[in-house]
């Protein structure tokens, strides 16, 4: 037993260093303020100021995606813990892991409805993978060590603990706990040999990544085992980091607006091998790709934890497994003898890049063509981040994703992701190019982080757009509109043999740049005739002031640049 006397919060931020983290995201509180002071003079964890939580939930969300440990935020209790809670289903629908930690009332105030007292064991216990409070600050050392276990085992996912202020502070004596280790589920070697067997029968095969718990050793023994046999191979929706999109052997995602093409080999395919994929409602064309619950193709889906095996599809084959220990297996095999779909696999591939050529659009922002351009001068490793709109269509569609976590793009379709994500990123890899793309209604949503972003001192480049027709229309063109208003089959080029249109921004582009100045409010806002005379003089001052100044004379018509 250690004989020095520790308040709560220094052995929580102790043992969160304990488990290797080095940064956590959050918003102060006074519910936590004894971990605050904890924090206060340390050097081997720093703590990123954010401005709300819901963004601070995200970076750490992004975090936990981009390290494979999990991202930690803290926030103080009741509306601290309902904004972060945005972040907490992210890291649920993507299998991230991720703790939340929440400051807590008094445990004598417990159950009068204290002030801003939330039962978080109700509120998150429909989105969170664990939820408890630490009711003895003795026990400290046991909770985060069982938080970082399951955030991290079968599939990831996020924790949260709550933290009662005065267990924060009592003064305890308690033995330090022992890092978290990474534990992966290998598969059965007959299951192996069984998914070899039945890839040698097939004629047809199509290989679907997806899930979480996937990491750079375990895309690395994947393409191996991928290219050695000439497999095609599509990822689900936002995995497109899974395999380098150059490479030859993959075929395009599976998600919102996938290419028509890749829908029409899924649908033939005589066998699917589907590694750490749900086979979710995006993924699988709103329930309707696949049969349900068993699959009109003979499937093999290999799942990291005991949650999703049979929860939805009926496979012929379930198999669970982490997805480097199965990718290493079946890489360890070496070729089969007959990869007849080989040429197919050619096909596939010429068929995703045909649906990534540029396409012209209506109106002057070129999105299509611009996306060409950062994929022409962006490095492999440049991370590329988005939340939820049509506008990301442009870089889930036309963007090449080459290496791995090089996207961050929510599963889960929230909007408000791509800022946070940027600022995670640009933290965790300041090395890397860091773009975010952001809808105007996205961008908004936490673009608040901003000011994250300039205290950091981190350089990213947002690019936040305000062609929502423009992208609604080229985007859902001949698109299913069987589920509301989302597209879910690929745009369609307007004039598919027109020549590349200009780009209006890019480095080292020889185009003339075009002039950014057209208002999206074309004609004085009818009405009273006071504010329809000085909309006419606002808009002639701005022009002028345009005119000397080179610069836009509309917001959010081009990229910004923090
Ligand atoms: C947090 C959240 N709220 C609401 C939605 C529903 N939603 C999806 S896209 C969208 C509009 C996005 O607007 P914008 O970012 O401007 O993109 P645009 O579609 O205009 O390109 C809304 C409200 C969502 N996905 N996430
Ligand atoms: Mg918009």
């Not at 890291?91 to 159950?111: C, F, K």
């Not at 990718?327 to 068929?351: F, I, K, M, N, Q």
């Amino acid at each position: 037993m250690t004989t020095t006397r520790r308040s709560g919060g220094e052995i929580l931020i102790d043992e969160l260093v304990r488990h290797g983290t080095d940064r956590i995201f959050g918003v102060p509180g006074e519910s936590y303020l004894a971990a605050l002071d904890a924090l206060h003079g340390r050097n081997d964890i720093a703590f990123v100021i954010c401005r709300q939580e819901g963004g601070a939930a995200m970076m750490a969300e992004a975090d936990g995606k981009l390290t494979g440990r999990p991202g930690v935020c803290f926030v103080t209790r009741g509306p601290g813990a309902t904004n972060a809670s945005a972040g907490v289903h992210i890291a649920r629908q993507d299998s991230t892991p991720m703790i939340l930690l929440v400051g807590q009332i008094a445990r004598e105030a417990r159950d009068r409805e204290a002030f801003q007292e939330v039962d978080y064991r109700q509120m998150f216990g429909g989105i969170a993978k664990w939820v408890a409070e630490i009711e003895d600050a003795r026990r400290i050392p046991e909770y985060l060590h069982r938080a970082f276990m399951t955030a991290t085992t079968g599939r990831p996912g996020p924790v949260v603990l709550a933290l009662p202020e005065d267990m924060l502070t009592d003064e305890v004596m308690t033995e330090p706990g022992r890092p978290w280790q990474q534990v992966r589920a290998h598969p059965d070697p007959a299951a192996v040999e069984t998914t070899m067997t039945w890839l040698g029968e097939a004629e047809r095969p199509l290989v679907i990544l997806g899930g979480g718990g996937w990491d750079q050793d375990a895309v690395t023994a994947l393409r191996r085992f991928v290219e050695a046999n000439d497999l095609p191979t599509a990822v689900g929706f936002r995995r497109q980091d899974y395999l380098d999109n150059t490479h030859r052997c993959y075929v395009g995602d599976i998600g919102i607006g996938a290419n028509p093409k890749l829908l029409e080999r899924l649908d033939h395919a005589d066998l699917l091998l589907v590694i750490g994929a749900r086979l979710g409602e995006m993924t699988s064309d709103g329930y309707t790709r696949l049969g349900l619950p068993r699959p009109k193709q003979r499937m093999i889906q290999v799942l990291n934890g005991p949650e999703e095996l049979g929860r939805v599809y009926q496979p012929d084959l379930l198999i669970q497994a982490s997805p480097g220990p199965f990718v290493e297996a079946l890489a360890a095999r070496g070729p089969l003898a007959s990869r007849t779909w080989a040429l197919g696999t050619a096909d596939g591939h010429a068929a995703y890049l045909e649906n990534i050529a540029p396409l012209e659009i209506p109106g002057n922002v070129q999105m299509p063509a611009i996306m060409a351009e950062l994929r022409a001068t962006l490095p492999a490793e440049a991370i590329v981040t988005n939340g939820a709109g049509n506008y990301s269509a442009w870089c889930n569609r036309f963007y090449s994703y080459r290496a791995f976590r090089s996207q961050l793009a929510p599963t889960s379709g929230s909007m408000g992701y791509g800022l946070p994500a940027a600022i995670a990123a640009k933290l965790a890899h300041p090395d890397r190019p860091v773009v975010c793309f952001a809808g105007d209604g996205c961008f908004l949503m936490t673009g608040q982080e901003l000011a994250t972003a300039c205290q950091q001192r981190l350089a990213i480049v947002s690019w936040s757009s305000t062609t929502a027709c423009t992208a609604r229309s080229a985007c859902t063109r001949n698109a299913s509109t069987r589920r509301g208003s989302t597209a879910r089959s690929s745009p369609t080029p307007i004039s598919p043999g027109s020549p590349r249109p200009t780009v209006p921004w890019g480095s080292g582009s020889s185009a003339p740049r075009r002039s950014p100045r057209r208002s999206h409010r074309r004609s004085p806002p009818i009405g009273r005739r006071s504010s329809r005379s000085s909309w006419i003089r606002r808009r002639s001052r701005r022009a002028s002031r345009s005119r000397r100044s080179g610069l836009p004379p509309w917001p959010g018509r081009k990229a910004e640049s923090v």
